[in-house]
């Protein structure tokens, strides 16, 4: 029994004086990327969040305008050396869809207009007056041809009317006898010759109608090059009031 104890007090002690002797490591663990991952997208989601709450609303000026009407010169949808098939639909839709959202986004700038040069009647000259009776004149006479000319043919390709028919019905009897009649409608082109001509008509004339198109533009852009040279001669440079 002696014997006995006398060991078991020499190992607990070997062990008290490994204990003693071992030091903490300083090796820190890292996370697993996956939460690695999940943290770095949080913070840049915040960080994100947090830039858009702090930014302030500044509406466009007019040389602002003006470069983004030049960008969207260059985002006119080409055409091929061999003109558009009318007989490949899809081709002629996806150009009228390209031609279409190009003209909606012409639209929204000159709606920029009015707020990039308002400024309260008063303070007005009457140079300034007719500068900006010039100016809206154009804006409008642009406008105008656009909607005339392009988007009639894009609207006859893009949206054709359309009836509703019924494809298919369903007769049923439950178990006392009733009958139950299910329609199955469809959309069925009211006129398919019309819509092959209108696909004929812009595929004919697809290099006129982007020609005016740009046109417009370069007009409008000379409009408001103008209107600023004008401006400044009269004293008044882009805080004069815009009436559009």
């Known amino acids: 029994m002696a014997t006995a104890t006398t060991t078991e007090s020499s190992s607990s ?49 007019l040389p602002q305008i003006r470069t983004n009407i030049q960008s969207l010169e260059t985002k006119v949808p080409s055409v091929p050396p061999l003109g558009i098939d009318p007989a490949d639909r899809d081709a002629v839709r996806s150009w009228a869809s390209e031609m279409q959202a190009i003209i ?19 303070d ?13 004149s154009e804006l409008g006479n642009a406008q105008d041809q656009i909607s005339t000319s392009i988007t009639p043919r894009l609207s006859n390709v893009l ?20 009958e139950k009649k299910v329609n199955f409608f469809t959309q069925v082109e009211n006129d398919p010759k019309f819509i092959r001509l209108c696909s004929e008509i812009l595929s004919r004339n697809a290099v006129m109608l982007r020609r005016v198109l740009l046109t417009n533009f370069h007009k409008v852009g000379r409009c408001i090059d103008d209107y600023l040279k004008a401006t400044k001669k009269d004293g008044q440079g882009q805080r004069n009031a815009f009436a559009y």
Do not use: I, M
């Open 13 to 61: 002690k070997k062990r008290k004086a490994q204990n003693g002797n071992t030091k903490p490591s300083s090796k820190k663990t890292s996370p697993p990327s996956s939460l690695l991952s999940t943290s770095t997208s949080s913070t840049a989601v915040a960080a994100a969040t947090t830039a858009d709450s702090n930014s302030e609303f500044k509406p466009y000026t």
């Open 104 to 122: 909606e986004e012409f639209n929204l700038l000159l709606c920029c207009v009015s707020s990039a040069t308002y400024r309260w009647g008063t």
């Open 124 to 136: 007005r000259s009457g140079a300034a007056d007719q500068h900006l009776g010039l100016l809206s």
């Open 159 to 178: 949206a054709p009317v359309v009836d509703l028919v019924t494809n298919e019905s369903h007769t049923t009897k439950d178990e006392n006898g009733v």
